[in-house]
Nanobody
Framework: QVELVESGGGSVEAGRSLTLSCVASVSTESSYCMAWFRQIPGKEREAVVGIDRRGNTTFVDSVKGRFTISKDNAKNTLYLQMNNLKPEDSAMYYC??????????????????WGRGTRVTVSS
């Protein structure tokens, strides 16, 4: 069983930055797939960016050059640095993980463990 706890969400103005964190209850050192998803009411959860043994994969074109995923294995923590935020980035952000997979996919069904989410609201 893996527990994931997100934090760092908040309300900011467009153009500002936020850094989300996701602390895992198990070691993140083995480079299994971990990813950030986001969801707005009435829509499916959308894969944003993942990190695995290949490196980083961005699943959403609109965040390329603005969002960066990283990991601190000493802290078992996954991060999402979000720069130049836009109102369309407003969503609940979730951390997902699958310790049995080396490579991330953009399908939420692929992930075995989820955090409860942290909300990001960007005003124009």
């Amino acid at each position: 069983q893996v527990e994931l706890v997100e934090s760092g969400g908040g309300s900011v103005e467009a153009g500002r930055s936020l850094t989300l964190s996701c602390v895992a209850s198990v070691s993140t050192e083995s480079s299994y797939c971990m990813a950030w998803f986001r969801q707005i009411p009435g829509k499916e959860r959308e894969a944003v960016v993942g990190i695995d043994r290949r490196g980083n994969t961005t699943f959403v074109d609109s965040v390329k050059g603005r969002f960066t995923i990283s990991k601190d294995n000493a802290k078992n923590t996954l991060y999402l640095q979000m720069n130049n935020l836009k109102p369309e980035d407003s969503a609940m952000y979730y951390c997902g993980a699958n310790p049995d997979r080396w490579y991330c996919r953009d399908d939420e069904r692929y992930y075995e463990y989820w955090g409860r989410g942290t909300r990001v609201t960007v005003s124009s």
